[in-house]
């Protein structure tokens, strides 16, 4: 069965500082990896994914992850964080033929980003 | 494009009461998903639609929740006689089924609709 952890509840940073959020996931293939962010009373926004190719990739707001598939991890990064990026952000496992078509979300990281 | 709301936003009803969620899609999208998410977790999924039909159904989905998709546009969620254990945001996402690889295309959420059990 997919499984994701991300091991960090609550992450504070200094506005400005460098920013790296922790995934792991237990999967039996190839897996479709997904970033999320949750603001207050908003829904899930993609800030990223990954399925092949380019094991760094880039999405919106300045966040990218690099796909290691020797530590089955999925780590987001920003290299200076802005006050709008404290949210909770979730990593995800996505839809495959095998396991159907539900994504697999770890339980979330709250960012706090300190002035 | 409007994106995918959710009708209401917050719900309280009593334990024993039943209660209807309304998720409208992004209109071209065929593909409709239902997450539950609690306190302190990530969303767990409850079903998915492609079209009108429901093809996957997660052992979260207790008897007393139903959910249905009948034109193939919006979709309903009830849940019969509710617990105090049905606290939690309930999420809609609905995906474009067409494509290479439509299996993974970004599923877009609503902002879900919160319901407490009193």
């Known amino acids: 069965a997919q499984s994701v952890t991300q091991p960090d509840i609550h992450i504070t940073v200094s506005e400005g500082a460098s920013l790296e959020l922790r995934c792991n996931y237990s999967?039996?293939?190839?897996?479709?990896l997904f970033w999320y962010v949750q603001s207050p009373g908003q829904g899930l926004q993609l800030l990223l994914k990954?399925?092949?190719?380019?094991?760094l990739v880039q999405g919106i707001k300045g966040f990218e992850a690099e796909f290691k598939r020797s530590q089955s991890s999925f780590n987001l990064r920003k290299p200076s964080v802005h006050w709008s990026d404290a949210a909770e952000y979730f990593c995800?496992?996505?839809?495959?033929?095998?396991?159907?078509?539900?994504?697999?979300f770890g339980a979330g990281t709250i960012l706090r980003v300190k002035s | 494009d409007t994106g995918v709301s959710q009708d209401p936003r917050h719900k309280i009803t009593k334990r024993g009461q039943n209660v209807t969620f309304r998720c409208d899609p992004i209109?071209?999208?065929?593909?409709l998903y239902w997450y539950r998410q609690t306190l302190g977790q990530g969303p767990e999924f409850l079903t998915y639609?492609?079209?009108?039909?429901?093809?996957?159904k997660s052992r979260l989905l207790s008897d007393r929740f139903s959910a249905e998709r009948p034109k193939g546009s919006f979709s309903t969620l009830e849940i019969q006689r509710t617990e105090q254990g049905d606290s939690a945001m309930y999420l809609c996402?609905?995906?474009?089924?067409?494509?290479?690889?439509?299996?993974?295309?970004?599923?877009?959420f609503g902002p879900g609709t919160r319901l407490t059990v009193l």
């Open positions: 996402a609905s995906s474009s089924g067409r494509g290479e690889g439509a299996i993974n295309n970004e599923q877009f």
């Open positions: 999967y039996g293939a190839t897996p479709y």
């Open positions: 990954y399925f092949s190719g380019d094991t």
């Open positions: 995800a496992v996505g839809p495959n033929m095998e396991y159907g078509n539900k994504l697999v």
């Open positions: 209109s071209e999208h065929n593909r």
């Open positions: 639609f492609q079209n009108e039909a429901q093809l996957e």
